[in-house]
T-cell receptor, first 114, second 114 residues
């Protein structure tokens, strides 16, 4: 398997624009996670899915953020409208079910909102 | 609320030294603790996972220990090499009714000088 694949790797957008980040998890994995990494706050969990169903979105900062997982091989994180404070690296990760399974991370999308 | 701390935030050492990286967490009710490595501009790579019932795990020159009752873990790197230069993060998975959340520390940036 090619691992968790995220696109785009880099995104520069103007404030107010809609941004969509994409993720393809490892085939067969049951869980998908979206994280955000900043220097100030480190890695924060935004939302995670189990078998395509959102389980916990308590980390989603505002209504401007939304995430979907229409099928087992694809998820999106959308920010509308984007703001400069959304600038960060966004990671997607996936894992098998089970309490002692490892999480596998994608390479991340570096988002810059100007 | 679980909090994970890694001190110091950065460390610079000469090649060949044996290193100890520290991680502490506030809530001892955990399923496991994981150590990750992050290279600049890359995603996270899982290094070691220690289950709550285990005391330590080893992989090559890496050894991680866990003292759940005191809320501490250490990652030991033997005979450090320049290729070990990276940011090391620890994360805990809480024992919270099946939650799959990983709570991360902010990481420790390691530089090994030749």
């Amino acid at each position: 398997d090619a691992g968790v694949i995220q696109s785009p790797r880099h995104e520069v957008t103007e404030m107010g624009q809609e941004v969509t980040l994409r993720c393809k998890p490892i085939s067969g994995h049951d869980y998908l996670f979206w994280y955000r990494q900043t220097m100030m706050r480190g890695l924060e969990l935004l939302i995670y899915f189990n078998n395509n169903v959102p389980i916990d979105d308590s980390g989603m900062p505002e209504d401007r953020f939304s995430a979907k997982m229409p099928n087992a091989s694809f998820s999106t994180l959308k920010i509308q409208p984007s703001e400069p404070r959304d600038s960060a690296v966004y990671f997607c990760a996936s894992s098998l079910a089970g309490r002692d399974t490892e999480a596998f991370f994608g390479q991340g999308t570096r988002l810059t909102v100007v | 609320k679980q909090e994970v701390t890694q001190i110091p935030a950065a460390l610079s050492v000469p090649e060949g030294e044996n290193l100890v990286l520290n991680c502490s967490f506030t809530d001892s009710a955990i399923y496991n603790l994981q150590w990750f490595r992050q290279d600049p501009g890359k995603g996270l790579t899982s290094l070691l996972l220690i289950q709550s019932s285990q005391r330590e795990q080893t992989s090559g020159r890496l050894n991680a220990s866990l003292d759940k009752s005191s809320g501490r873990s250490t990652l030991y790197i033997a005979a450090s090499q320049p290729g070990d230069s990276a940011t090391y993060l620890c994360a805990v998975k809480g024992d919270q009714g099946g939650s799959e959340k990983l709570v991360f520390g902010k990481g420790m940036k390691l530089t090994v000088n030749p």
